[in-house]
């Protein structure tokens, strides 16, 4: 199976993170976005990977190359952001008549990936329930659980399996001829080529489509929601086990989960919950929670929480959320 993880966006809803690092290398949960992503993906990425890149892709791919060397990967540029679907037919050279999984890179999604595939199908499409389904794209199921429809951010609330960033395709030939004639045809939605219009194409051909469930579906596109998936993960194992012990040898606490990276320094602090704390951090007589502190900042005199600190930000005598960018200085 070949798998296409789609990420091209500009992350404008996390600036001013992303003016210096593409989204997918944002941290949270001592990984990055991607790198959480991948290793959910492990038991299917043992073939090719193809990684569709844009604003920053460079350092995407600089990453992925040092961080997962083992893997076959390639990459491919969309210069124009003309859409997901868009992103998917620009990967041409790589759809042939084997299977494909398609992911997009602005969350985190696991499931159990040893079985995506499925012989009654021809396309299955990741789905969880949610509680109002008019923010999402929506499938609807036939008696035999085939879908028959799909609805994008439906008016009523009586379809409620929202459709997440992962699909797999029997054929991925015919997932390129799908899109191929949506782009010949000009299907368009605000400027850009949706996958929802190219599922319709395979729908309206006879193609099957089955679903599968999430186990979990963690947003990284905003601040706010890239802070819940770090609290998520943590809670999921992702902690360091030993933080509370770490923290009573070096004199401060820490209140699990935490994420300590080995070189952070911390002095006469509360650390936590829900706190990542990257490499080279030094706090001291600071109070931080439900905060992500990245590689090389310095925290002193703060009570810091619901918040992202950037790479080597200083920040001085803060007592409110704050999103501080990398290389900032804030003082109060």
Request: proline share 3%; hydrophobic share 45%.
């Amino acid at each position: 199976m070949k798998v296409i993880i789609l990420l091209a966006g500009y992350g404008t809803r996390l600036r001013p993170h992303t003016w210096s690092r593409p989204k997918a290398l944002l941290r949270c949960a001592g990984n990055t976005v991607i790198g959480h992503l991948l290793n959910m993906m492990e038991e299917i990425t043992a073939e090719e990977v193809i990684f569709v890149v844009g604003y920053k892709g460079e350092q995407i791919e600089a990453w992925i190359r040092e961080h997962y060397s083992h893997l076959d990967a390639h990459f491919v540029v969309q210069e124009e952001a003309l859409g997901q679907a868009h992103a998917v037919w620009l990967c041409h050279d790589y759809l042939h008549d084997g299977d494909v999984a398609v992911a997009f890179g602005d969350g985190i999604f696991d499931t159990d990936y040893k079985n995506l595939a499925n012989p009654d199908a021809d396309a299955v499409l990741l789905v969880q329930e949610v509680e109002d389904p008019r923010r999402f794209g929506v499938v609807v199921l036939d008696e035999e659980e085939y879908v028959t429809a799909l609805i994008e951010k439906p008016s009523t609330m009586e379809h409620r399996l929202g459709i997440a960033g992962v699909m797999w395709f029997r054929n991925g030939r015919v997932l390129y001829e799908a899109i191929d004639t949506i782009i010949r045809q000009n299907r368009q939605t605000l400027g850009e080529y949706f996958m929802v219009d190219a599922y319709q194409v395979m729908l309206e051909r006879g193609a099957r489509f089955r679903t599968m469930n999430l186990s979990l579906w963690a947003d990284a596109g905003t601040p706010q929601s890239i802070l819940k998936t770090n609290a998520v993960l943590l809670s999921r194992g992702c902690d360091t086990p030993h933080a509370g012990e770490k923290g009573i040898r070096e004199g401060f606490v820490v209140i699990p989960p935490v994420y300590l990276h080995s070189t952070a320094i911390i002095e006469s602090a509360v650390i936590g919950p829900y706190v990542s704390i990257e490499a080279n951090v030094k706090i001291t007589n600071s109070v931080i929670r439900n905060s992500i502190v990245d590689a090389g900042a310095q925290l002193e005199n703060c009570l810091v929480e619901n918040s992202l600190i950037g790479e080597n930000a200083q920040v001085r005598g803060r007592d409110k959320s704050i999103f501080v960018g990398d290389e900032s200085i804030v003082r109060v």
